[in-house]
């Protein structure tokens, strides 16, 4: 009696332990950290650069002035020309004008 007892119960606790889920804890951290002001963390961008920056949108892109803290270019764009001011901190095209000739 006693024996058939054992062995109901540990059948019991088999059949418990296999249906039993894991317990899970799914935990997903994103850190962020700033090394300075703008994507070039703190130094300034170079004229060479800017005119990088400004040549991924615009056509023959020419070197107007490097001087203050925007950089100055002139460019092309579907047949128009522009004035475009890069900020030297940041690399970030803050103004675009259209020239009329």
């Given amino acids: 009696m006693i024996r058939k007892t054992l062995i109901a119960l540990a059948l019991g606790l088999t059949v418990a332990a296999a249906a039993a ?3 899970r804890a799914d935990v997903d951290i994103d850190i962020k950290i700033n090394l300075g002001y ?3 963390y703190g130094r300034n961008i170079t004229c060479k650069t800017g ?3 400004v040549d991924q949108r615009f056509n023959n892109v020419k070197i107007r ?3 203050g ?3 100055r270019y002139h460019g092309r764009r579907n047949g128009k020309n ?3 001011n890069v900020s030297r901190s940041t690399g970030r095209i803050t103004a675009v004008t259209r020239v009329w000739n």
Avoid: E
């Fill in 82 to 84: 522009y004035l475009i």
């Fill in 69 to 71: 803290a925007n950089y």
């Fill in 51 to 53: 005119a990088r920056i």
């Fill in 65 to 67: 002035d490097c001087s």
């Fill in 38 to 40: 703008g994507g070039f």
């Fill in 21 to 23: 889920p894991a317990a």
